[in-house]
């Protein structure tokens, strides 16, 4: 079965610009959770959706906004992009309707470098 | 808010030697999760833990939960340079829709 498909892959960006990442997950999966990666601050937690439904949100600015379409796939976005937010995005989905009580299964993520 | 800490943050082992990663919480987890990122790669899910002290093993890998279920240790024996990555635990409090994730542990092997 295909695996979670994130596009784009790559992508650079102005400071100041916006940016929509999109994510679709393994067929059948209905929870997406956003992550992003820095080399100094590891895996940190932007939001998760199931079934259209923002059901946890992590510590990120309003500038950070996501949702999730009845077909589970979801997008990303951030606003008024900053240098800070260079980093790899990285989407997972999981089967999970009760929370992440199963293993998540990550794409491949978008590299995003802002100058 | 929940912290999962994870040491150490660096491991470099000789080829065939044994090391062992472990994650910390400040509160009960509902479960633990481990994943490997390979350099360049994405988290790839190995294995969860849910019970008090339940204790799982993948060939060189084995995998414990705390008693408490507030830590948890990953330990691979005789390291082979297919295991080089970061190591990630990540864990969840009941109830809850987060998978918080510790900082890793990069592991590099000397042949």
């Known amino acids: ?115 | 808010g929940q912290q999962v800490m994870q040491i150490p943050q660096y491991q470099h082992v000789q080829e065939g030697e044994d090391f062992t990663t472990y994650c910390n919480s400040s509160t009960t987890l509902s479960n633990i999760q481990w994943y490997k990122q390979r350099p360049g790669g994405h988290p790839v899910f190995l294995i969860q833990l849910v019970k008090s002290g339940e204790v799982k093993k993948q060939k060189r890998l084995t995998f414990q939960f705390g008693e408490a279920k507030k830590n948890s240790s990953l330990h691979i024996t005789a390291t082979q340079t297919t295991d080089v990555g970061t190591y990630f635990c990540a864990g969840t409090l009941s109830n809850d829709y987060k998978l918080s994730f510790g900082a890793g542990t990069t592991v590099t092997v000397r042949a």
């Open chain 1, 1 to 115: 079965k295909a695996g979670v498909t994130q596009t784009p892959r790559y992508l650079i960006k102005t400071r100041g610009q916006q940016v929509t990442l999109s994510c679709s997950p393994i067929s059948g999966h209905r929870s997406v959770s956003w992550y992003q990666q820095t080399p100094g601050q590891g895996l940190q937690f932007l939001f998760e959706y199931f079934s259209e439904t923002q059901r946890n949100k992590g510590n990120f600015p309003g500038r950070f906004s996501g949702r999730q379409f009845s077909n589970s796939r979801s997008e990303m976005n951030v606003s008024t992009l900053e240098l800070g937010d260079s980093a790899l995005y990285l989407c997972a989905s999981s089967l999970d309707s009760r929370g992440p009580s199963y293993g998540y299964t990550f794409g491949s993520g978008t590299r995003l470098t802002v100058v």
